[in-house]
């Protein structure tokens, strides 16, 4: 059998780049697990502190994360006692309930005008998200607003948000707990809004905010009623444009979707 050729720079590039590596620590990898275990240094030699890179895990693990269900209520009285995007902003800012927090770059909050009468809700940011601190940046965000566009709306005319609004390492899938802890936040955001319509793009965002365990294929191009608590607010499922730029068959579904909201959106204004 004769042996695969060694991967060349480009390709070992290309692979850490898809597996969601996006940043270097050391030139040798570090055993972290080695570290916690490794035995206290004697008394009577001072411990010398080792520099540490600016991202290195041990400052997430230096915070004790809150119990689930502690930094569930936590987030819960916070988001309710939130009177305005700009206060919810802040708390979330300081809030230390979701460990996303501490691997993410920034909060990514939101994006377009909160005046809208449309609001579009992700699951989570990517990369290019936590660059550059707003949701919906990156090719997916550009096939948005050509979505978007195709009905006469942009963001200066739409609002756009995600349901966590920290980026999980490597683009990874939002874990149960993850997703419940920064639930009530996107609530309130979406409360605060208040808009006429609300978008739900792609299956996590659709099935945590409307409450259903049915897929996309299922709920996409159907109404939902989504309760605020003092306002009854139509929602629509749709595709994620991600899953669009890997499944570009569905754009046509997609683009039934959009006039559907189009037309809801007509007819409120009458």
């Not at 080695?34 to 008394?43: L, N, V």
């Not at 993410?104 to 550059?132: C, H, K, S, Y």
């Amino acid at each position: 059998m004769i042996p695969e050729p060694a991967p060349t720079v480009r390709e070992l590039l290309a692979f850490y780049l898809e597996a969601g590596v996006d940043c270097a620590l050391a030139e040798e990898p570090i055993d972290r697990l080695a570290e916690i275990d490794a035995p206290p240094p004697s008394p009577r030699t001072p411990p010398v502190e080792a520099p540490r890179p600016v991202a290195a895990p041990a400052v997430m693990r230096g915070e004790a994360a809150p119990a689930p269900d502690v930094a569930i209520a936590s987030a819960r009285e916070a988001a309710r006692t939130a009177p305005t995007l700009e206060a919810l902003r802040e708390l979330m800012q300081g809030f230390e309930g979701c460990a996303l927090k501490h691997t993410a770059t920034r909060l990514v909050f939101a994006d377009g005008n909160p005046q809208a009468r449309i609001m579009f809700v992700g699951e989570a940011p990517g990369r290019d998200e936590d660059i550059e601190g707003l949701p919906f940046v990156g090719r997916s965000g550009k096939l948005l607003d050509l979505m978007i566009g195709a009905i006469g709306l942009n963001r200066t005319t739409a609002y756009i948000a995600n349901v966590i609004p920290w980026r999980p390492p490597g683009n990874r899938t939002p874990t149960p707990q993850e997703t419940q802890i920064c639930l009530p936040f996107i609530q309130r955001h979406i409360e605060l809004v208040n808009p006429d319509v609300l978008v739900t793009l792609g299956n996590p965002s659709t099935q945590t905010l409307l409450g259903t365990r049915e897929g996309i294929m299922r709920t996409r191009g159907r109404w939902f009623d989504y309760d605020t608590g003092g306002r009854t607010i139509r929602a629509l499922p749709t595709f994620h444009p991600a899953y669009l730029l890997r499944s570009p068959s569905y754009k046509r579904l997609a683009w039934q979707d959009l006039r559907s909201i189009a037309k809801a959106l007509a007819e409120r204004a009458v």
